[in-house]
């Protein structure tokens, strides 16, 4: 059957081009007071089309920072794929793809880093999962040097998990006070990324 040439013509969903600007407008303003019409202006779109996709902002919030903590998890998997070696190498490899990361992707980096976790319901969720993620990935590295904190020992493991806690914690709290006018932003970044490297690394020599 013929197609009308009167019937408007097909429009990809802007759902992807909505969340890059609730990405933007969340980063600058902060979540309370970034709202659904700054967000539509953003994307040059209308409010209805953000609530095609959107039940509000709770929502659309935790698919921004669910597409942002994706795009951390994506740098480090790539600098260290799930059937690499967690050796020594690995952790800086990580290290330095996510702060690369950071570095080429500010306004991302200021959603993930300088916003409460517990923002909403579902962003609670989408932090524990994110930092569960890296703890496992972080036991690789114990693992590494043969002193696997599992099995019986469960004092052990138990202290290994708070250790690699620590550590995932440490990483995400450096880019929250270097970024913008934080506390260490003034710092030099060569000198910062090492003295983060070593510090990485001792807590995994003492896990």
Do not use: C
């Not at 209805?48 to 795009?71: P, R, W």
């Not at 690789?140 to 004092?155: F, K, L, S």
């Not at 060569?190 to 020599?205: E, G, K, N, P």
């Amino acid at each position: 059957m013929a197609v009308s040439k009167n019937r408007p013509a097909h429009r990809p969903s802007r759902k992807s081009a909505i969340v890059d600007a609730a990405i933007r407008v969340i980063a600058e303003k902060g979540f309370v007071d970034a709202s659904i019409t700054d967000v539509a202006e953003e994307a040059d779109v209308a409010v209805t089309a953000v609530y095609y996709h959107f039940s509000g902002k709770d929502e659309l919030f935790d698919a921004a920072m669910s597409q942002v903590l994706g795009a951390i998890t994506a740098a480090a998997s790539a600098a260290r794929p799930e059937d690499a070696p967690g050796d020594e190498a690995g952790l800086r490899a990580v290290i330095n793809a996510v702060w690369d990361w950071v570095d080429e992707n500010p306004t991302e980096a200021m959603l993930a880093y300088l916003h409460l976790p517990g923002a909403t319901r579902q962003m609670a969720q989408l932090r524990r999962e994110f930092d569960d993620h890296h703890v496992r990935r972080a036991f690789d590295y114990v693992n590494a040097r043969g002193a696997t904190p599992t099995g019986t020992n469960a004092a052990r493991h138990a202290a290994a998990t708070l250790a690699l806690r620590t550590l995932v914690d440490t990483l995400m709290a450096v880019h929250q006070l270097r970024l913008m006018d934080g506390p260490i932003n003034a710092e030099s970044p060569a000198v910062l990324r090492r003295a983060v490297q070593d510090l990485s690394t001792r807590i995994i020599l003492v896990t």
